[in-house]
C-alpha cells in the first residue's frame, strides 16, 4: 500500500522528481515535449494514488475492484458490490440542528450553504472518534463461502468501531416490514436483522426479536482499512442459490445501553444532534443500496429547492428516514450468479454502474489530513493555504459522460468548476453540465470536490482539480488537446486563476459571475483576498487562450466595477475576449436561468496549441503550493521562470518570447467592438446584454529567422525549448530586461544546449 503524501518537503520533492522524470505515459494527458516540465502541475501527472479503503487485504479473500461509481452496484469476482455516496450522511429530514457546523463554514455566520446544504439534519456528537462522518458508508459487498456468507463493510472513516453499528435486513417480503432491532426506529421488509457494532455482530429473527439460535457471526474489523466483515454461518442462515433481498442502514452505538445512539435537537459530546423534539428519531444516518436513478439531481426541474435540497444526492434518503420506513433501497443479490462467478455492471439497469449521463464518481487522494470532515474549522477563503473541510482521503466528483461511442480521438475535457458555498454537484442535471458536454463529438464534463465549499482553487483545494482530471484520464479515453474551462462564481475564479498560472492546459475560457480576485474587488481598494490573488496581474499569461466573460451589472456579489478593470486589462493587452454584460438580475439569475448555449459555442471544439510563436507568461509564485505538487513557473516552450525579487506579499515576474522561427508575426489586433444581445432559452424568457469584444486578424508571413525577441520584468532566469520554439543554439538573442537575466537554450536541434546572461 502506498502511504499518501501529507504537505511536507519529502512530498514537494517526490512531485518534483515525477516532473521531471517524467511519469507512467497516459494518451490521455498532455504529453511531454523536450526537457521542460509536462503543461500543467505535477500532480496531474501522478501515478493514481491508493487508498486503504478501496484495497482488498491480500489473503482475505475479497478480490474483485471496487465500482468507484456512487449509486451503483455490481457482480464481480464472485461478490456482489454496492458503491455509497461520500459524505452524504446527514440522516433524516427533521429539525435542523442550529449548532451545525455546516451551515457556518469556516466560522462565518452567515452561513450561506446555497448550493451545498444537505437535506438530512444530522449533526454528530463533538466528541473524539466521530469526525462528523461517523456513519459514512463507502461500500458493502456480500460473497458465499463454503460455510458462511460473508459480508464486508467499508466506513469513509472508522477512528473508533464501538462508536458506529450497521444493521443488514435480510430477505423478506416486499411491503411487509418489521422494525430494525436495538431502537433504530426504522422499517424495512426482512426476514432477519444482522446488527454488527464493535467487533460484535448478532442475527435476529425479525419477527419475534428472538436471536438466532446457532453459532455466532464471526467480525473481524480492519482500522487500517476502514473495513468490517462479518461471516454468517449457514447454520444460521444459508442463501444457497436464491435471489435474496438485502437493506441497510449506519448509524451511532450507544455501548453503555446496547441500543443506537440517537440524535436529540442539538449535539453534544456524546449525543448527535438534528432531531428536534423527536423522542424516537431514526437511527440512520446513511443508507445502502441508493442507485443513481433514485436520488435526484439537483440540477433537474423542482428536484432542488430551499426547502428540499438534493446537492449530497440524499433527500430521498432524509425523506425516506424521516418516514421510519427505508423499504425503497434494497438489492436483489442473486446467490446463484455469485456461485457462478459471473461478472456483471449491469449497464443500462437502474441498480447498475452508470457508463454515460450525469454521475458521482469517487478517487484516491495523494493527500489526507485525518479522517471525516471538519465543517467547524476547515474554512478556507485564503490565498495563503487550504486543507479544506473534506479531511479523507476519498474523494467525490460530479462527472457527465455524453451518450454515444467514445470518439475516435478520445472525448473533449470541460472542467466545470463549482461556487462558493457549493459542492461538486451543483451542476449535476443542469444544463450548465449537458451543454457544454455536447460540442463536437462530445466532451466529459467533471466537478471537483475542491475540498469542501469555500476553497477558491488554493492548495489542497487547487490540487484536487487536477487529481479528479488524472482520474477521468485514468478511466476514460481523452483527447488531451480538447480541454477547456469554465465555472460559475468562486469557480469564475478558478477559471481565471488556473488559465493564468497554467495557459497551455487550456484551449479556451469561460467564468461566469467570476471575480476577478479572491473574495470582493472594488477598484481602487485592494481586493479582500489580497492583491496577491488578484489574476488581473496575471492576464499576460493567456495571450493565446481567448475567453468568453459573463457578469451581471447589478451583483451584489461580484461588483461590476473590478470586472470592469478586469476587461479593460484585456482590452489593453490586445487580446481574444468577448464580454457580456446581463442588465438585469443577480449573483445567481444566470444560475437560475441555467441557459449555457451560447457559451457552449463558443468553447467550440477547439483544441489547444502547444507550440505558439508567441508566450507570454506572468509568474505569481504566492499560487504555488510545492507540497501538493501545483507549483507553476512555466507555459508552452518556455519554462524554469524564476524571479529576481521574490520577497513579500505580492511578488511577480513576466518574461515575453517571440519566436521568429515560425515565419510568422503576430496576428493582427482587431478594434473594440460594442452590440448587444438577449439571452434566451433559459427558465428566464429573456435576458438583455451589451457586449464588447477583440478578435484576432490573420498572422502575417514573415520570412524565419534563427531568432527570439525577448522581454523580461523581474526574472533572473528563463530557460527556451529551443526545438519547440523553432530556433538552435546559435540562435540570435534580442532581451531587453529590467536586471541580470540568465537565458537558456535547451534541447537545441542537434543536441547541447546554451545559456547567456544579459542586464
Same mark, same amino acid.
Given at each position: 500500500m502506498l502511504v499518501p503524501c501529507v504537505a511536507s518537503l519529502a512530498c514537494a520533492a517526490s512531485f518534483a522528481g515525477a516532473a521531471s522524470a517524467g511519469a507512467a505515459v497516459n494518451p490521455s494527458l498532455p504529453a511531454k515535449e523536450g526537457p521542460g516540465p509536462r503543461p500543467g502541475p505535477a500532480v496531474l501527472y501522478q501515478p493514481l494514488a491508493h487508498a486503504p479503503q478501496l484495497e482488498n487485504v491480500k489473503g482475505s479473500g475479497w478480490t474483485a475492484p471496487p465500482i468507484l461509481v456512487s449509486g451503483a452496484s455490481a457482480y464481480r469476482k464472485g461478490e456482489f458490490l454496492y458503491q455509497g455516496y461520500l459524505y452524504d450522511d446527514h440522516g433524516a429530514k427533521e429539525v435542523p440542528d442550529p449548532t451545525n457546523p455546516m451551515d457556518s463554514p469556516g466560522g462565518d455566520p452567515s452561513g450561506g450553504d446555497i448550493f451545498s446544504e444537505p437535506n438530512g439534519t444530522y449533526t454528530y456528537p463533538t466528541g473524539a472518534g466521530y469526525d462528523e462522518n461517523a456513519a459514512n458508508l463507502v461500500e458493502l459487498r456480500v460473497k458465499p463461502l463454503t460455510t458462511a456468507t460473508a459480508f464486508r463493510i467499508t466506513l469513509n472513516t472508522l477512528e473508533n468501531p464501538g462508536l458506529v453499528a450497521t444493521a443488514i435486513a435480510i430477505g423478506g417480503t416486499p411491503g411487509v416490514t418489521h422494525p430494525f432491532p436495538f431502537g433504530a426506529n426504522v422499517s424495512a421488509p426482512?426476514?432477519?436483522? #444482522?446488527?454488527?457494532?464493535?467487533?460484535?455482530?448478532?442475527?435476529?429473527?425479525?419477527?419475534?426479536?428472538?436471536?438466532?439460535?446457532?453459532?455466532?457471526p464471526t467480525v473481524d474489523v480492519d482500522l487500517a482499512h476502514r473495513q468490517i466483515t462479518v461471516d454468517v454461518p449457514?447454520?444460521?442462515?444459508?442463501?444457497?442459490?436464491?435471489k435474496v433481498r438485502l437493506a441497510a442502514g449506519v448509524g451511532l452505538w450507544n455501548e453503555a445501553a446496547g441500543t443506537y445512539l440517537l440524535p436529540g435537537a442539538i449535539a453534544s459530546e456524546t449525543q448527535p444532534g438534528g432531531a428536534g423534539a423527536d423522542t424516537t428519531p431514526p437511527a440512520f444516518f446513511d443508507v445502502a443500496f441508493r442507485y443513481n436513478a433514485q436520488e435526484p439531481l439537483p440540477g433537474t426541474p423542482s428536484a432542488t429547492s430551499e426547502a428540499n435540497p438534493a446537492w449530497w444526492r440524499e433527500s430521498a434518503q432524509a425523506a425516506a428516514l424521516a418516514g421510519g420506513d427505508i423499504s425503497s433501497f434494497f438489492a436483489e443479490v442473486d446467490f446463484a450468479k455469485l456461485k457462478a462467478r459471473t461478472n456483471d455492471d449491469m449497464d443500462g439497469q437502474p441498480t447498475g454502474v452508470p457508463v454515460s449521463g450525469a454521475f458521482d464518481r469517487i478517487l484516491a487522494s495523494h493527500f489526507t489530513d485525518g479522517e471525516g470532515a471538519d465543517y467547524a474549522t476547515g474554512g478556507c477563503g485564503s490565498s495563503s493555504g487550504c486543507d479544506g473541510?473534506?479531511?479523507?482521503?476519498?474523494?467525490?466528483?460530479?462527472?457527465?459522460?455524453?451518450?454515444?461511442?467514445?470518439?475516435?480521438?478520445?472525448?473533449?475535457?470541460?472542467?466545470?468548476?463549482?461556487?462558493?458555498?457549493?459542492?461538486?454537484?451543483? @451542476?449535476?442535471?443542469?444544463?450548465?453540465?449537458?451543454?457544454?458536454?455536447g460540442r463536437g463529438e462530445g466532451s466529459i464534463v467533471i466537478t471537483p470536490s475542491g475540498r469542501g465549499p469555500d476553497g477558491w482553487y488554493y492548495d489542497r483545494a487547487g490540487a484536487d482539480t487536477f487529481e479528479v482530471w488524472a482520474d477521468a484520464a485514468a478511466h476514460y479515453h481523452l483527447n488531451p488537446a480538447f480541454t477547456d474551462i469554465t465555472g460559475y462564481s468562486m469557480g469564475g475564479y478558478g477559471t481565471y486563476k488556473f488559465t493564468s498560472q497554467f495557459p497551455d492546459l487550456f484551449a479556451r475560457a469561460q467564468p461566469t459571475v467570476g471575480p476577478p480576485a479572491l473574495g470582493v474587488w472594488v477598484p481602487p481598494a485592494e481586493p479582500t483576498g489580497g492583491t496577491q490573488s488578484l489574476t488581473q496581474r496575471?492576464?499576460?499569461?493567456?495571450?493565446?487562450?481567448? @475567453?468568453?466573460?459573463?457578469?451581471?451589472?447589478?451583483?451584489?456579489?461580484?461588483?461590476?466595477?473590478?470586472?470592469?478593470?478586469?476587461v479593460a486589462k484585456f482590452d489593453s493587452l490586445g487580446y481574444r475576449y468577448e464580454f457580456d454584460q446581463f442588465d438585469a438580475g443577480d449573483h445567481l439569475t444566470l444560475a437560475i436561468n441555467d441557459e449555457y448555449a451560447p457559451a457552449?459555442? @463558443?468553447?467550440?471544439?477547439?483544441?489547444?496549441?502547444?507550440?505558439?510563436?508567441?508566450?507570454?507568461?506572468?509568474?505569481?509564485?504566492?499560487?504555488? @503550493?510545492?507540497?501538493d505538487g501545483t507549483t507553476a513557473g512555466h507555459a508552452y516552450w518556455v519554462y524554469g521562470v524564476t524571479l529576481r525579487e521574490s520577497a513579500g506579499s505580492t511578488p511577480l515576474g513576466t518574461v515575453d518570447v517571440r519566436s521568429q522561427g515560425f515565419g510568422q508575426?503576430?496576428?493582427?489586433?482587431?478594434?473594440?467592438?460594442?452590440?448587444?444581445?438577449? #439571452?434566451?432559452?433559459?427558465?428566464?424568457?429573456?435576458?438583455?446584454?451589451?457586449?464588447?469584444?477583440?478578435?484576432?486578424?490573420?498572422?502575417?508571413?514573415?520570412p524565419a529567422q534563427d531568432g527570439l525577441v525577448i522581454n523580461?520584468?523581474?526574472v533572473s532566469k528563463v530557460s527556451v525549448d529551443a526545438t519547440r520554439a523553432r530556433v538552435d543554439c546559435s540562435a540570435t538573442l534580442a532581451v531587453t530586461t529590467d536586471g541580470p537575466l540568465r537565458v537558456t537554450l535547451t534541447d537545441c536541434p542537434g543536441g547541447g544546449s546554451r545559456s547567456h546572461t544579459f542586464g
Amino acid at each position: 500500500m502506498l502511504v499518501p503524501c501529507v504537505a511536507s518537503l519529502a512530498c514537494a520533492a517526490s512531485f518534483a522528481g515525477a516532473a521531471s522524470a517524467g511519469a507512467a505515459v497516459n494518451p490521455s494527458l498532455p504529453a511531454k515535449e523536450g526537457p521542460g516540465p509536462r503543461p500543467g502541475p505535477a500532480v496531474l501527472y501522478q501515478p493514481l494514488a491508493h487508498a486503504p479503503q478501496l484495497e482488498n487485504v491480500k489473503g482475505s479473500g475479497w478480490t474483485a475492484p471496487p465500482i468507484l461509481v456512487s449509486g451503483a452496484s455490481a457482480y464481480r469476482k464472485g461478490e456482489f458490490l454496492y458503491q455509497g455516496y461520500l459524505y452524504d450522511d446527514h440522516g433524516a429530514k427533521e429539525v435542523p440542528d442550529p449548532t451545525n457546523p455546516m451551515d457556518s463554514p469556516g466560522g462565518d455566520p452567515s452561513g450561506g450553504d446555497i448550493f451545498s446544504e444537505p437535506n438530512g439534519t444530522y449533526t454528530y456528537p463533538t466528541g473524539a472518534g466521530y469526525d462528523e462522518n461517523a456513519a459514512n458508508l463507502v461500500e458493502l459487498r456480500v460473497k458465499p463461502l463454503t460455510t458462511a456468507t460473508a459480508f464486508r463493510i467499508t466506513l469513509n472513516t472508522l477512528e473508533n468501531p464501538g462508536l458506529v453499528a450497521t444493521a443488514i435486513a435480510i430477505g423478506g417480503t416486499p411491503g411487509v416490514t418489521h422494525p430494525f432491532p436495538f431502537g433504530a426506529n426504522v422499517s424495512a421488509p426482512a426476514q432477519y436483522f #444482522l446488527t454488527v457494532h464493535g467487533s460484535t455482530a448478532v442475527l435476529t429473527d425479525a419477527v419475534t426479536g428472538a436471536v438466532v439460535p446457532g453459532p455466532e457471526p464471526t467480525v473481524d474489523v480492519d482500522l487500517a482499512h476502514r473495513q468490517i466483515t462479518v461471516d454468517v454461518p449457514h447454520q444460521d442462515w444459508n442463501p444457497g442459490t436464491s435471489k435474496v433481498r438485502l437493506a441497510a442502514g449506519v448509524g451511532l452505538w450507544n455501548e453503555a445501553a446496547g441500543t443506537y445512539l440517537l440524535p436529540g435537537a442539538i449535539a453534544s459530546e456524546t449525543q448527535p444532534g438534528g432531531a428536534g423534539a423527536d423522542t424516537t428519531p431514526p437511527a440512520f444516518f446513511d443508507v445502502a443500496f441508493r442507485y443513481n436513478a433514485q436520488e435526484p439531481l439537483p440540477g433537474t426541474p423542482s428536484a432542488t429547492s430551499e426547502a428540499n435540497p438534493a446537492w449530497w444526492r440524499e433527500s430521498a434518503q432524509a425523506a425516506a428516514l424521516a418516514g421510519g420506513d427505508i423499504s425503497s433501497f434494497f438489492a436483489e443479490v442473486d446467490f446463484a450468479k455469485l456461485k457462478a462467478r459471473t461478472n456483471d455492471d449491469m449497464d443500462g439497469q437502474p441498480t447498475g454502474v452508470p457508463v454515460s449521463g450525469a454521475f458521482d464518481r469517487i478517487l484516491a487522494s495523494h493527500f489526507t489530513d485525518g479522517e471525516g470532515a471538519d465543517y467547524a474549522t476547515g474554512g478556507c477563503g485564503s490565498s495563503s493555504g487550504c486543507d479544506g473541510a473534506l479531511r479523507g482521503q476519498l474523494l467525490p466528483y460530479a462527472i457527465y459522460v455524453p451518450s454515444g461511442s467514445q470518439p475516435a480521438n478520445g472525448w473533449g475535457l470541460t472542467l466545470l468548476l463549482h461556487s462558493l458555498s457549493a459542492n461538486y454537484n451543483q @451542476f449535476e442535471g443542469s444544463r450548465n453540465q449537458s451543454q457544454f458536454a455536447g460540442r463536437g463529438e462530445g466532451s466529459i464534463v467533471i466537478t471537483p470536490s475542491g475540498r469542501g465549499p469555500d476553497g477558491w482553487y488554493y492548495d489542497r483545494a487547487g490540487a484536487d482539480t487536477f487529481e479528479v482530471w488524472a482520474d477521468a484520464a485514468a478511466h476514460y479515453h481523452l483527447n488531451p488537446a480538447f480541454t477547456d474551462i469554465t465555472g460559475y462564481s468562486m469557480g469564475g475564479y478558478g477559471t481565471y486563476k488556473f488559465t493564468s498560472q497554467f495557459p497551455d492546459l487550456f484551449a479556451r475560457a469561460q467564468p461566469t459571475v467570476g471575480p476577478p480576485a479572491l473574495g470582493v474587488w472594488v477598484p481602487p481598494a485592494e481586493p479582500t483576498g489580497g492583491t496577491q490573488s488578484l489574476t488581473q496581474r496575471m492576464l499576460g499569461s493567456v495571450r493565446n487562450v481567448p @475567453f468568453l466573460i459573463w457578469d451581471e451589472t447589478t451583483d451584489e456579489l461580484v461588483p461590476i466595477a473590478g470586472v470592469l478593470e478586469q476587461v479593460a486589462k484585456f482590452d489593453s493587452l490586445g487580446y481574444r475576449y468577448e464580454f457580456d454584460q446581463f442588465d438585469a438580475g443577480d449573483h445567481l439569475t444566470l444560475a437560475i436561468n441555467d441557459e449555457y448555449a451560447p457559451a457552449a459555442a @463558443f468553447l467550440g471544439t477547439e483544441t489547444v496549441s502547444r507550440n505558439p510563436s508567441h508566450v507570454t507568461y506572468v509568474y505569481n509564485p504566492t499560487m504555488d @503550493f510545492p507540497a501538493d505538487g501545483t507549483t507553476a513557473g512555466h507555459a508552452y516552450w518556455v519554462y524554469g521562470v524564476t524571479l529576481r525579487e521574490s520577497a513579500g506579499s505580492t511578488p511577480l515576474g513576466t518574461v515575453d518570447v517571440r519566436s521568429q522561427g515560425f515565419g510568422q508575426g503576430d496576428p493582427t489586433v482587431g478594434e473594440t467592438t460594442h452590440g448587444a444581445g438577449v #439571452l434566451t432559452g433559459g427558465t428566464i424568457p429573456a435576458i438583455p446584454f451589451t457586449s464588447q469584444a477583440k478578435a484576432w486578424g490573420a498572422a502575417p508571413a514573415e520570412p524565419a529567422q534563427d531568432g527570439l525577441v525577448i522581454n523580461a520584468t523581474n526574472v533572473s532566469k528563463v530557460s527556451v525549448d529551443a526545438t519547440r520554439a523553432r530556433v538552435d543554439c546559435s540562435a540570435t538573442l534580442a532581451v531587453t530586461t529590467d536586471g541580470p537575466l540568465r537565458v537558456t537554450l535547451t534541447d537545441c536541434p542537434g543536441g547541447g544546449s546554451r545559456s547567456h546572461t544579459f542586464g
